[in-house]
């Protein structure tokens, strides 16, 4: 008993050396029932002998970044998709489920499944609001289970926010596919073809939607700004045209189809069918775009894969 709490205190002083802010929780707890948690400061002695440990993420807590795993697939592939660091711990239901980064700017986010609705990866950090965030940390005691650190040194490795961002909302996709389409892709995100939002969208178009907004590029059914730039300027004027004015259809024997207008100031020629003079606005804003990837196979995410490995 007397060295365990030597360890403990041991790892609690090795915390406070990295600038870390501890917050003291309740044995078994996983949240703080002190109010104000995140703006108080709590030394060593506020945590008893059998308190869990609480760590403010973020700025509070010298820049650092959790990056949380809450489903196994995502336990499972974190070492293809994360970049490696030196701060992993977990519990023996889900080992190395919380890898820790030093990454300044780095904002809370999470990512769930679409369908199943459960959470599969959180980055905890700073709030979006100014908000905080927290973890439990070893020695702490959950669900009757201890959390452990992998290894016997604790070094979180630095990292830009916005690849560490990218690899999470990356992990989370490769979760989808081990989920929904197979283990497969999900385990050679790198290998030529494997585009994991177009897998995605095959599968379940909620699924593909959800993982391109992840990744920051458009579904397969959205136009870009591309396509309506490239709209000449007789293709907006004859489609505002079409849009403002209601047509009926007159029937004309041998002469084809004519289009009468309701509007006094529209006639339209006899003779002449309304796809002559107008095009559909449905042809021009709602057409699908062509799909050019986009997903974990695209050129410059492959250059930023082997340069960060």
């Not at 929904?180 to 892709?185: A, D, E, F, I, R």
């Amino acid at each position: 008993m007397a060295e365990n709490d030597q360890q403990r205190k041991d790892m609690l002083a090795l915390y406070v050396a990295k600038g870390w802010a501890l917050v003291p929780v309740m044995a078994g707890a996983k949240r703080c029932s002190f109010r104000d948690w995140p703006n108080r400061q709590f030394g060593t002695e506020a945590l008893g002998s059998d308190d869990n440990v609480g760590l403010k993420t973020g700025s509070r807590s010298r820049h650092i970044a959790d990056v949380d795993l809450d489903c196994p697939e995502a336990i499972e592939l974190a070492s293809i998709y994360l970049p490696e660091t030196g701060a992993i711990f977990g519990r023996p239901s889900k080992p190395r489920s919380h890898w820790l980064y030093v990454a300044v700017g780095a904002s809370f986010v999470s990512f769930a499944d679409p369908i199943a609705g459960d959470m599969l990866v959180e980055l905890r950090a700073d709030g979006l609001t100014g908000g905080c965030h927290m973890t439990i940390i070893p020695p702490s005691v959950t669900d009757g289970e201890a959390r452990q650190w992998c290894g016997d040194a604790i070094g979180p490795a630095p990292i830009d926010h916005r690849i560490l961002r990218r690899r999470c909302a990356l992990l989370a996709t490769g979760a989808l596919v081990y989920r929904y389409v197979g283990t497969t892709p999900a385990r050679t995100p790198w290998k030529p073809g494997w585009d994991h939002p177009r897998l995605l969208w095959e599968c379940d178009h909620e699924l593909g939607r959800r993982a391109c907004g992840w990744l920051g590029k458009p579904a397969p059914d959205e136009p870009t700004r591309r396509q309506r730039a490239e709209r000449s300027p007789i293709d907006v004027e004859l489609d505002e045209l079409a849009a403002a004015i209601t047509t009926t259809t007159i029937s004309t024997d041998g002469t084809g189809s004519a289009w009468r207008s309701t509007s006094p100031q529209a006639a339209v020629k006899p003779g002449l069918s309304r796809s002559t003079i107008f095009r559909p606005r449905a042809q021009n804003t709602t057409r699908a775009r062509p799909w050019r990837g986009g997903g974990i196979t695209d050129a410059r995410f492959r250059a930023d894969w082997a340069k960060e490995r």
